[in-house]
């Protein structure tokens, strides 16, 4: 049931979407880790042209981001001035086994308000999710879906302005190495992220 809604919600999405190219290249930043990447690699292969292309956050689960003035974040800052500061950014909630808080969640929107334009629209998913009988070992035992809840928690908290655009779905066939997207789960990740947001 849950993997029907998804499918559906990502077909209303992409007949709903705008051209990939309303919105100026590269005007939109995100921070993750490496499941981010694989939808950065994906939506770079299917020509997505509004978000960054990956640029080397392998292992940065949450914790990385909590603090604004991180390594992450200074490669951040290296993107925002090579493009200019994102007036859009997609944070996704990317956990190792040890899980994160929701005042973990709230301070990676607050890091991520200091670091993007002033106004920036925010997205916020979870990990990719997992067609039935596969999950992430990184992430540990419903470790996506928990990362996924915390991303709808912070949607529904109207103190936080932030939006989720829905969940990101991995097939069997899709997975490399029982956690990341192989080249066609990237693309599939890619098609996704161009529903979500152009």
Not at 104 to 115: D, F, G
Not at 174 to 192: K, M, P
């Amino acid at each position: 049931m849950r993997f029907t809604t998804l499918t559906t919600f990502a077909a209303t999405s992409a007949a709903a979407v705008v051209s990939p190219f309303a919105e100026p290249a590269n005007s939109m930043g995100f921070i993750g880790c490496s499941m981010a990447e694989n939808v950065a690699q994906g939506y770079v292969a299917v020509q997505g042209k509004r978000m960054w292309g990956p640029y080397g956050t392998s292992g940065m689960v949450v914790q990385s981001w909590t603090n604004t003035n991180s390594q992450s974040w200074q490669l951040f800052d290296q993107q925002a001035a090579r493009y200019g500061k994102p007036t859009a950014v997609w944070i996704q909630i990317c956990i190792f086994t040890n899980g994160a808080t929701y005042n973990e969640v709230k301070q990676l929107i607050a890091n991520t308000r200091q670091h993007a334009a002033p106004g920036a629209m925010i997205y916020i998913t979870g990990q990719p999710l997992y067609s039935a009988g596969q999950s992430c070992f990184l992430a540990g035992v419903n470790g996506p879906e928990n990362t996924d809840a915390l991303a709808q928690q912070a949607a529904a908290d109207a103190s936080q302005n932030v939006t989720y655009p829905g969940s990101f779905l991995l097939k069997q066939g899709e997975v490399l190495d029982g956690c990341h997207a192989n080249t066609q789960g990237q693309q599939s990740l890619g098609r996704q992220a161009l529903a979500f947001w152009g």
